[in-house]
């Protein structure tokens, strides 16, 4: 059974460019979630999708944005990047809500 | 003051010994409580899932839950080099979905 996908896996961009990254959940997984990994914040939460629609949304600016599609993949983006956006991003399917299956995540560096 | 509040460590054991991993939270509606374990470069993976107080035993690995204290544990039995990996606890008010996480503990364990 293939895990959840993320693509790319490395990325390094400008301040004020745009990044997406994309996920692929685990087959018959309807919930995608994405969350921000850094050393100093931890894990924390961006958006979850369920269906197509935004279900929840974290506490981070209307710069981070997400979509998921009707086989549920999902991509996140975001726009006009900081020098703080660095940092690991993990997407996480889940079915039932009995827990997460994370993917690899992309690490996101920005200079 | 967080919700979910974690030693960062490290811990550091040797071989065989039982660890004992703690988080402390401040949120009364978490009823979910879960506990992942990271190796370095790689996706949090799923080690226990709990439904509010009580003991569940899996393996080496036992997840303790007292609501009243609010205060959850995960015990490490035996434990062996393998192990060495940040643990993080995680709680959810909605059966997974927008969970929180703690920052995590890194533990090491010597042979």
């Known amino acids: 059974k293939a895990g959840v996908t993320q693509t790319p896996r490395y990325l390094i961009k400008t301040r004020g460019q745009q990044v997406t990254l994309s996920c692929s959940p685990i087959s018959g997984h309807r919930s995608v979630s994405w969350y921000q990994q850094t050393p100093g914040q931890g894990l924390q939460f961006l958006f979850e999708?369920?269906?197509?629609?935004?279900?929840n949304k974290g506490n981070f600016p209307g710069r981070f944005s997400g979509r998921q599609f009707s086989n549920s993949r999902s991509e996140m983006n975001v726009s006009t990047l900081e020098l703080g956006d660095s940092a690991l991003y993990l997407c996480?399917?889940?079915?039932?809500?009995?827990?997460?299956?994370f993917g690899s995540g992309t690490r996101l560096t920005v200079v | 003051q967080k919700e979910v509040e974690q030693d960062p460590g490290p811990l550091s054991v040797p071989e065989g010994a039982i660890v004992s991993l703690n988080c402390t939270y401040s949120n009364s509606a978490f009823q979910y409580f879960m506990w992942y374990r990271q190796y370095s470069r790689k996706g949090p993976e799923l080690l226990m899932y709990?439904?509010?107080?009580g003991n569940k035993e899996d393996g080496r690995f036992t997840a303790q839950v007292d609501k009243s204290s609010k205060y959850i544990s995960l015990f490490i039995r035996d434990s062996q080099p393998s192990d060495s990996a940040t643990y993080l606890c995680?709680?959810?008010?909605?059966?997974?979905?927008?969970?929180?996480f703690g920052a995590g503990t890194r533990l090491f364990v010597k042979a």
């Open positions: 999708y369920f269906s197509e629609t935004q279900r």
């Open positions: 709990t439904y509010s107080s």
């Open positions: 996480a399917s889940s079915y039932g809500g009995s827990g997460y299956t």
């Open positions: 995680a709680m959810s008010a909605t059966g997974g979905f927008k969970t929180i």
